[in-house]
């Protein structure tokens, strides 16, 4: 049996007497990619500010790693490994990428450690600079970085605190075809130490992760979850979403 990182179970949003989630059961494992994906207004941004503790539900609970994680508040959540990251570049614009890179080791190990480790701290940015193809940017200002540059850079940040779960929000937004493609292979070497949920609209983007499953949110339910290959001839899926260009491309095979 696989372990379940993250539990959703039963999980359900109100407000105002307006059902936005309801009874959603997903379950994570260690070291999966998983998307989320859906129509405008499915219930997908409340679902992730709903694991990351900005707001609680109304029913149901989220067990992490086999604790009830449910009602912590989100900074707990980051520190249980918790991270998630928006669609827009969250960076210091005015710092290079090596002091954004050592600002999150500092708030990860804190000043002290890092100041007696800087020499250690040094070789790890540049092995992990080149993981996320910044290696030549260590100087550079993140103001002149390219956006994909600037979205790397993020992940990078990220990456240094060891996640066990990053969520990410549309991350292929705004990336050429090749800046995807790169960021495809990142987040699939991300996952060999951490799991990874995705928001996306592009379905392109999906369709570079070939292994990985999709779940399906259409008006707060789970209507579909598997393979690209099986979700992309689901015909509710079709009738919902793909395969009426809400989503930002069109079903291949239908
Ligand atoms: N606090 C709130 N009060 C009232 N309605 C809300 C609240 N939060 C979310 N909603 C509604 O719940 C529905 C789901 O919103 P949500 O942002 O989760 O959808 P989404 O799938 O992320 O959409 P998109 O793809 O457009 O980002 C929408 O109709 C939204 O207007």
Do not use: W
């Not at 999966?32 to 409340?46: S, V």
């Not at 999150?104 to 540049?126: A, D, M, P, Q, Y």
């Not at 070939?210 to 690209?228: C, D, N, S």
């Amino acid at each position: 049996m696989p372990h379940h990182l993250l539990k959703v179970e039963n999980l359900s949003f109100a407000v105002n007497g307006l059902t936005i989630l309801n009874n959603i059961n997903l379950f994570l494992n260690a070291n999966e990619i998983r998307f989320l994906i859906g129509p405008n207004g499915a219930g997908k941004t409340t679902l992730m500010d709903i694991i990351c503790g900005k707001i609680s539900p109304s029913k149901g609970r989220i067990v992490f790693n086999e604790k009830d994680i449910t009602y912590h508040p989100n900074y707990i959540r980051a520190k249980v490994g918790i991270v998630r990251k928006f669609q827009t570049p969250s960076v210091f614009n005015t710092l290079t990428v090596r002091d954004n890179l050592i600002l999150s080791f500092i708030s990860e190990v804190g000043l002290k450690t890092v100041e007696k480790n800087i020499k250690e701290i040094n070789e790890r940015i540049e092995e992990i600079s080149r993981i996320f193809n910044l290696e030549k940017k260590l100087s550079e200002k993140a103001q002149n970085l390219s956006h994909g540059e600037r979205q790397m850079l993020e992940l990078c940040m990220i990456m240094v605190k060891k996640p066990s779960l990053v969520l990410l929000d549309e991350p292929g937004a705004g990336l050429s075809k090749t800046e995807k493609k790169n960021l495809s292979k990142i987040i699939e070497q991300i996952r060999q130490n951490t799991t990874v949920l995705i928001v996306e609209h592009d379905m392109d983007f999906v369709r570079m992760f070939e292994t990985a499953r999709v779940t399906v949110l259409h008006e707060g339910q789970i209507i579909a979850e598997g393979k690209m290959d099986e979700i992309q001839n689901n015909k509710q899926v079709i009738e919902v979403y793909l395969g009426k260009g809400r989503s930002r491309d069109y079903v291949v095979n239908q």
